[in-house]
């Protein structure tokens, strides 16, 4: 069959997002089971663990699970259909998929809520939604087989269309109780994805308040898993922000947050000396230290020889003590 079909902008993306079937509604689906993100970046930092890390660090800065109610994340832009009205669920695997120190209740008589010393709410919305096509407003391509000689892939568009899709996503947390929502801890990021002439990955990049990152995927996951790790990203910087922990470490091109880096450097005297030991281990392990644990609260040969080595390569003395400039340092990532 060698009948053309000229598809629009909005259309194309319509069969891109579903696979090759267009829709007014698309549907944004998690990659599959077997899904990997393919990644440029090492040990510790590689993007694929970055959820299961995510729930180490609640564990040694906050302390307990952190209860998190999720409310709607809305399609606030002009493109409803586009887009779902709503992509909660994708939100929700997110927080999910961390594990049991990050507890979502859906529940209203939960004990989760009764026992809980903080219930936090996630409100949130879609704000920007743009589609970029390099050849106008729409071009033409073939259902099946072949046309001036270039393959048509299954979502209907050809190898040599170059396409930008942008989408940005906000949270706004509250806490449960009350309603207040809670000074400095939204979020704002952006990902824009492109899909190069003639590319077998599609380039994408998040930035916003928390990161500067930058990857790709492969061409089968295209904008679904950018869309997803968009979603997880900003996850890990919204509960950063709530529990007071330095959710910058846990990838390349997270930016460091100041009002973080303040109210643990000032609570840090105040720690017994087992947490500031535990605190100071968990550093040294998420970059590598050989022999040091991430969950130790004894201060171990290895971690005096890793502090000595760090202390002393950054001029900040040459000793294993143990003290603020020395926490400090750790949490900035120098």
């Known amino acids: 069959m060698n009948s053309v079909l000229k598809l629009s902008g909005i259309a194309l993306l319509s069969a891109f997002l579903l696979g090759g079937c267009a829709s007014t509604k698309p549907k944004i689906e998690l990659p599959g089971a077997g899904s990997t993100i393919n990644h440029n970046n090492k040990g510790n930092k590689s993007y694929k663990d970055v959820l299961r890390r995510t729930n180490n660090m609640v564990q040694v800065f906050y302390g307990e699970p952190m209860v998190i109610v999720i409310d709607s994340i809305t399609n606030m832009t002009a493109e409803q259909a586009r887009l779902p009205a709503d992509i909660t669920d994708i939100v929700k695997t997110a927080f999910n998929n961390i594990g049991g120190n990050v507890r979502i209740v859906y529940d209203n008589n939960s ?25 106008g407003s729409g071009i033409d391509v073939e259902i099946t087989g072949t046309k001036n000689g270039q393959r048509a892939n299954a979502g209907g568009a050809t190898d040599s269309e170059n396409q930008t899709v942008k989408l940005a996503i906000n949270f706004n947390p509250s806490m449960f109780f009350g309603g207040d929502y809670i000074p400095r801890t939204s979020t704002s990021n952006e990902v824009t994805i492109e899909k190069k002439s003639k590319a077998h990955e599609f380039a994408f990049s998040i930035l916003g308040s928390g990161f500067g990152f930058n990857n790709s995927v492969t061409k089968s ?12 990203f900003s996850v890990l910087e919204v509960l950063g922000k709530l529990g007071k922990f330095p959710y910058w470490l846990l990838v390349d091109g997270g930016k460091v947050n100041s009002d973080i880096i303040a109210h643990l450097s000032g609570t840090f005297l105040r720690e017994p000396l087992t947490r500031k030991i535990q605190m100071i281990s968990y550093l040294f392990a998420l970059r590598g230290a050989d022999g040091v644990s991430t969950s130790s609260s004894v201060m171990s040969p290895s971690l005096k020889q890793a502090i000595i080595a760090y202390k002393t390569a950054r ?15 750790l949490l900035e990532g120098r």
Request: without cysteine.
């Open 111 to 135: 004990e989760y809520l009764k026992k809980a010393k903080e219930v936090f709410k996630i409100n949130g919305s879609i704000t920007k939604y743009d589609v970029v096509y390099s050849d």
């Open 221 to 232: 996951q295209g904008v679904h898993a950018s869309i997803n790790t968009l979603v997880e």
């Open 315 to 329: 001029g900040i003395g040459i000793d294993d003590t143990i003290n603020k400039r020395l926490y400090k340092s």
